[in-house]
Structures are given as structure tokens and as C-alpha cells.
């Protein structure tokens, strides 16, 4: 590549002229992760991306190479398609079996990345290179994918002798025999044979089902907590302690599903293999529920049993009924007193529960009627079944009485802790309206709380108050001001102390940047693309630094600590270059001393060199032949003097625009 020993510093110069002229979004190299496919721009749907990894994987069943490709908008650090295709394959760790397609959409470039030791030639991968075309002309990306791997294979099968092939199959052939024995013993021997892998269900039928079981269990969970309740009453805590401790355990394992169904609810969104993995978790987590309370049941039910007397349990039940009926008036007068002090819509949850209460007492009524009645006619066990329903009916219609008398306590809570949290807003306004308001943002969030404030005052007096509503309005205008607050605190502590760390941090950076610069300029036959990147970049961030001095001190000290570690990068990649060229001219030294200096500082160019070292293919290395683990180029040897001209003048395998 010729140099440019003012790249960095004519980029910055731009940028000042250009003042504030928009910057195309670009990607950084990118890490592979698991799998074959990295589609950063959403040019790929899920049924393309999954049918990408059955070819790929196919591809490297049947040949041995791996293909990756990548989909961005634009290349960045480094710009070109060659060097940033190489960058994430070297970064990612791809040997020579493995290649990498790299597309830039909205750049419309493209670049195979591949190792010069790997079982392609420069020509096939050209050749590959150049099919795949026509697919992203037309948008067809997953297309190009395919067609790469489709070109690779066919390479690759290609030079395959016929007597490989004919020793695979045979290779082929005895493992199919060997399989085939094996498989007819084990059913010689066993009548069941290896069982069948279950089919997939399908995600939809998965949630149903899930949610299901999280229904049901509640549902057993809570009839096991009042079933104990009854037990504990009648045999006391100690005979129940197995019981109480299987409880506890499925409630813990039902939590852990609904915290799982409340994460597939809330408004983040979720991945097919999340949802089902979470969905899958609910079951199981259901299931060992169900299996812990299901283990204690038979003992539970023996308990239940024992020493149990129908006409004992029936008085004991009788005299809960009257309790509960005696009760009834006071829930009454309680709703009564509610309904006189609250808005109906707070009180909804308790409007009919007198009304409930007492067709719960109704019914078990009947109940106890028909146990004296099996009572009498000796039918023990029947009698048993209208008292445990008698029992639990009077146990809803208590709790539906004593429902009244903690929502009157949770009101009360709720008020005065609504009158102290409008106090601490009125704070918190005073504080806010101290504060500088460049944006409005703190006249917006006053203005705001100052109205819940007054709301929140006019629904906690009068006839139609709503404590609870209140309280939650409050609590959300309370996070809100804090936040504000917090968030300009926080801006203004950053703006303060970037302003004292700036200046410094510019005149670090202008030193590292000139060090580099000065480096580079000197050294220029020897140092790659790489290198002249990071110092353009270093410069630009500068710029952008100085630009953003006096409006917004904070962004600016971010530019110029990127400008520093750019600046410091460029002359390491650079130091690193000059090194590698360094040693390859032990070996190919055709000139004096004098004449080397001249090619390392770029005044005369070597044919030979490739401007750069390191790398996949990327115009790296320094006239190393094929083989002697150089990835660069070869080309005619001798020198000649640098002389104008641009990029076009280089040399340049492969890649392109589309």
C-alpha cells in the first residue's frame, strides 16, 4: 500500500472544516461466538439463519473446513474490508481450515478472509470470491452464504483422488456393517431396543402446557395449606412438622416458576430458545412441586384418619360455624364504616364478601346437617366427607370477615405513609428548583410532582379516599424527582471534574499523536495498515475533543482519553511492523545500508515488500514465498522510487464492492 505520511492529520483537518457533518454508523471487528453466522444489521431471518448452520455444518462434515460470515453495516477500525476480515479471523483465532466471508451492507463490500496454508488456492478463493456476486447484488445474502459453501466443497471434493474416494466408501461400507451387527445383537438381546428420542414439541403447545401446571400446582398448594391448617388445629405442631416442611419446599419451587413466567411477561423480549427453555423450567419446577406434596399425602391422610372421631369433629366444627355466624354482623357494620370514608373502587376487593360469607356459612350448614344425619345412619366415612367440607367452607367465610379489618389497617398504613412522603416531595421540589435547568428537565419533573403532590393530597381527604392508589402515585413521582436530581448532580460533579482533568488530557494526547505521526512518517516502507489506522483515528478524536471543549466538557475528555490510547496503539502496531521488517531484510537484503534506510522511510519502494506485516492475506508480510509462513503477496522484485499516485496503483487479491 503507498504511504500516506499525513493521513492522520489530513483527516483531522477535515473534520475541523467540516465542523459537524454526519458520520455514517459503522462496526468495530466483531467476536464469532458458537456459531457460524454473526448478523449484526438483521439482514437474516431466523429460518435462514438456522438453515445457514445445517449447510455449514454440512460443510465441514463432509470436508473438514469451517466457513463463518458476517453481516455489519459498514467496516471500521480498520476501514477496508481486507484488513477487517482479517482482523476478526486473527482476533477469533481461525486457523487454515477456516474461512471467513465478511459483508459490509449499507458499505457494499465484501471479503473472504483465509489463511495461505489452508487447502485453498488464492485463485479458487478469487474464483469463490467472485460467485457469490450476483446473490448480494440482489440482497440474496443468506444465497451468498450458500453459494460460498456450495464453491468450497465443490473445490474441495475436486481434488479428492479416486482411490481416497473409493477408500472412504469402503471405510464407509464397514462402519455401516459394523452398526448393523451391533444394533441386531442389541435387539437379539433386549425385545425393547433402544428407545425412540421424543419428538419436539411444539413452543406454543410447550406454554400451554407450562401454564397449566402453574395453575394446578397453586391450586394444590393452596388446598395442602388449608388441609394443614385444619391438621395443625386438631394434632397440634409437632405431629405436623413433616407436612409444614414439604410445604415450604414446593412454595419455594413454585416461586422460582412464577419469577420464571413473570420474566417470559414482562416487556423485554425473548428469544424462541429462551421461551422455551423458561417454559421447560416452569413444568419441572411444577413437577417437583407436585411430586413433594404428592410423597407426604398417604401420611397426611393417615394422620387425618387417626384416632378420628365424626361426632367430636362434628361439635368442633359446629361451634367454628357459630363463631363465624356471630361475626357476620360486625363485617357488616365494618364495610358500612368503610364504604361512608373510601371510593367503591377501593374497597372493590371487599364489597361482597359479607354477602360471600355467608353462603359459605349456608353451605356448610348442609353440610353438618347431612354429617349428623350419616352420623346417625352409621355411615362414618360419609359423614367425615360433609364435615371436612363444612370445615372448609367456615374457614373461607372467616377469612372473608376478617379481609375487611386488614384492608382498614393497610389504609391506615397507607395514609400516613402517603403524608409523609408528600412531605419529603415538597423537599425534594425545593431542592430541585435550586439546581441549574439548561434543558428544562428539572422545570418539567417539578411541574409534574407539584401536581401529584396536589393530587395525591385531594385523594386522602373527603368521602372518597383511595390510600393505596395514592400511595403507589406518590412512590412513582418520588423516584422520578430523585432521579432528576441525581442525574444533574452527577452531571455537573462529571462536568467539573472533566473540565480540571481536559486540558491535560489534550496535551497528552497531542504528544502521543506526534510521536506517532513522527514515527510513521519516517518509517512509512515499513508500517501497515493497521498502524495508520489507529493514528487517523487518534487524530480524528482529537479534533472531535477540541471541538466539544466549551459545550460539553465530559464528552470531550472521553475523545481525547481515545485519542491517548490510539495514539499509543498505532505506535506499538507500528514499532511492531518496523520489527518484523527489520528481520525479513536479514534474509532478502539486496542494497547497502543507505539503500534500506531509504525503503524504510519510504523514500524508494521495494516491489517486493507488501507494506505492512502480520495479517491473513492482507497484503501483509514482507516477500516471504508461499509457504515459508508469510499471508502476504508476492510480486517482481527490485526497487524503485516512491512517486504519486493513489490506491488504485496497489495490488490487491480479491474482495470488492457489490
Known amino acids: 500500500m503507498r504511504a500516506r505520511s499525513a493521513w492522520a492529520l489530513a483527516l483531522a483537518a477535515a473534520l475541523a472544516l467540516g465542523g459537524t457533518a454526519s458520520v455514517a454508523s459503522a462496526t468495530d471487528p466483531v467476536e464469532l461466538g458458537s456459531g457460524y453466522i454473526v448478523d449484526a444489521v438483521d439482514v437474516l431471518s431466523g429460518d435462514?439463519?438456522?438453515?445457514?448452520?445445517?449447510?455449514?455444518?454440512?460443510?465441514?462434515?463432509?470436508?473438514?473446513?469451517?466457513?463463518?460470515?458476517?453481516?455489519?453495516?459498514?467496516?471500521?477500525n480498520p476501514a477496508d474490508a481486507q484488513s477487517w476480515a482479517d482482523e476478526v479471523a486473527s482476533g477469533n483465532g481461525l486457523g487454515p481450515q477456516q474461512y471467513l466471508l465478511a459483508v459490509a451492507v449499507d458499505g457494499r463490500q465484501y471479503?473472504?478472509?483465509?489463511?495461505?496454508?489452508?487447502?485453498?488456492?488464492?485463485?479458487q478463493v478469487a474464483a469463490i470470491e467472485e460467485s457469490i456476486v450476483p446473490d448480494l447484488r440482489d440482497g440474496d445474502y443468506a444465497g451468498a452464504v450458500v453459494t460460498a459453501a456450495d464453491g468450497m466443497q465443490e473445490e474441495l471434493e475436486s481434488g479428492i483422488s479416486?482411490?481416497?474416494?473409493?477408500?472412504?466408501?469402503?471405510?464407509?461400507?464397514?462402519?455401516?456393517?459394523?452398526?448393523?451387527?451391533?444394533?441386531?445383537?442389541?435387539?437379539?438381546?433386549?425385545?425393547?431396543?433402544?428407545?425412540?428420542?421424543?419428538?419436539?414439541?411444539?413452543?406454543?403447545?410447550?406454554?400451554?402446557?407450562?401454564?397449566?401446571?402453574?395453575?394446578?400446582?397453586?391450586d394444590a398448594l393452596k388446598t395442602s395449606e388449608q388441609e394443614l391448617g385444619f391438621a395443625r388445629a386438631q394434632f397440634g405442631d409437632k405431629a405436623t412438622t413433616e407436612f409444614v416442611e414439604a410445604l415450604s419446599t414446593a412454595r419455594r419451587l413454585l416461586e422460582k416458576a412464577f419469577t420464571l413466567r413473570q420474566r417470559l411477561d414482562d416487556e423485554t423480549p425473548d428469544s424462541d430458545e429462551q421461551k422455551r427453555a423458561w417454559n421447560q423450567q416452569i413444568i419441572q419446577l411444577c413437577a417437583q412441586a407436585d411430586a413433594g406434596l404428592d410423597d407426604k399425602a398417604e401420611a397426611f391422610?393417615?394422620?387425618?384418619?387417626?384416632?378420628?372421631?365424626?361426632?367430636?369433629?362434628?361439635?368442633?366444627?359446629?361451634?367454628?360455624?357459630?363463631?363465624?355466624?356471630d361475626a357476620l354482623e360486625e363485617a357488616d357494620a365494618r364495610l358500612t364504616s368503610l364504604s361512608a370514608s373510601y371510593a367503591p373502587d377501593a374497597l372493590a376487593t371487599i364489597a361482597d364478601n359479607p354477602a360471600q360469607a355467608r353462603e359459605?356459612?349456608?353451605?356448610?350448614?348442609?353440610?353438618?346437617?347431612?354429617?349428623?344425619?350419616?352420623?346417625?345412619?352409621?355411615?362414618?366415612?360419609?359423614?367425615?366427607?360433609?364435615?371436612?367440607?363444612?370445615?372448609?367452607?367456615?374457614?373461607?367465610?372467616?377469612?372473608?370477615?376478617?379481609?375487611?379489618?386488614?384492608l382498614a389497617a393497610d389504609f391506615a398504613e397507607a395514609e400516613r405513609g402517603a403524608s409523609h412522603l408528600i412531605a419529603d416531595l415538597e423537599n425534594d421540589v425545593a431542592t430541585a428548583s435550586a439546581l441549574p435547568d439548561p434543558d428544562g428537565r428539572i422545570a418539567a419533573v417539578i411541574a409534574a410532582t407539584r401536581a401529584e403532590i396536589d393530587r395525591g393530597r385531594g385523594m386522602l381527604t373527603g368521602t372518597d379516599r383511595r390510600p393505596l392508589m395514592t400511595l403507589q402515585a406518590l412512590e412513582a413521582a418520588n423516584t422520578q424527582i430523585d432521579d432528576t436530581v441525581r442525574a444533574v448532580r452527577d452531571e455537573q460533579e462529571r462536568a467539573r471534574r472533566a473540565a480540571q482533568l481536559l486540558d491535560q488530557h489534550i496535551l497528552q494526547a497531542q504528544a502521543q499523536m506526534s510521536a506517532a505521526e513522527d514515527f510513521i512518517t519516517a518509517r512509512r516502507g515499513a508500517v501497515g495498515a493497521q498502524a495508520r489506522t489507529r493514528v487517523a483515528e487518534a487524530g480524528a478524536s482529537l479534533v472531535r475533543a477540541q471541538q466539544l471543549r466549551a459545550s460539553d466538557p465530559a464528552q470531550a475528555l472521553t475523545h481525547a482519553q481515545r485519542a491517548d490510547q490510539l495514539a499509543a496503539q498505532a505506535i506499538r502496531s507500528a514499532q511492531a511492523d518496523v520489527g518484523s521488517f527489520s528481520g525479513s531484510m536479514q534474509s532478502t537484503r539486496s542494497g547497502g545500508g543507505d539503500m534500506m534506510g531509504a525503503v524504510l522511510g519510504g523514500i524508494v519502494i521495494n516491489s517486493l515488500l507488501g507494506g505492512g506485516s502480520g495479517g491473513r492475506r492482507s497484503g501483509g508480510?514482507?516477500?516471504?514465498?508461499?509457504?515459508s509462513g508469510s499471508r502476504g503477496r508476492s510480486s517482481r522484485g527490485g526497487f524503485r522510487p516512491a512517486s504519486f499516485g493513489g490506491g488504485g496503483t496497489r495490488g490487491r487479491r480479491g474482495g470488492g464492492r457489490f
Not at 438456522?50 to 467496516?75: H, K, N, P, Q, W
Not at 346417625?376 to 359423614?383: F, L, M, P, S, V
Not at 508480510?621 to 509457504?627: I, N
Open 48 to 76: 435462514e439463519e438456522a438453515a445457514l448452520f445445517d449447510r455449514l455444518s454440512e460443510l465441514y462434515d463432509t470436508t473438514g473446513v469451517d466457513l463463518y460470515a458476517v453481516f455489519v453495516d459498514e467496516f471500521t
Open 111 to 123: 471479503y473472504i478472509s483465509a489463511d495461505t496454508t489452508g487447502p485453498l488456492t488464492d485463485e
Open 162 to 218: 479416486p482411490w481416497v474416494i473409493v477408500l472412504l466408501v469402503a471405510t464407509a461400507v464397514s462402519i455401516v456393517v459394523l452398526i448393523w451387527l451391533v444394533v441386531r445383537n442389541r435387539r437379539a438381546n433386549s425385545a425393547a431396543g433402544r428407545p425412540k428420542a421424543p419428538p419436539v414439541v411444539p413452543l406454543a403447545d410447550l406454554e400451554r402446557e407450562a401454564s397449566s401446571a402453574l395453575v394446578q400446582t397453586d
Open 301 to 325: 391422610d393417615e394422620l387425618r384418619r387417626l384416632e378420628q372421631d365424626a361426632p367430636e369433629a362434628l361439635a368442633r366444627v359446629r361451634d367454628a360455624h357459630r363463631r363465624a355466624a
Open 360 to 406: 359459605r356459612l349456608s353451605f356448610a350448614d348442609e353440610q353438618l346437617t347431612a354429617a349428623d344425619a350419616a352420623i346417625a345412619d352409621g355411615e362414618r366415612g360419609d359423614a367425615a366427607v360433609s364435615i371436612r367440607a363444612a370445615e372448609d367452607a367456615v374457614g373461607q367465610a372467616e377469612l372473608l370477615e376478617q379481609a375487611a379489618h386488614k
Open 621 to 627: 508480510g514482507f516477500g516471504f514465498p508461499r509457504g
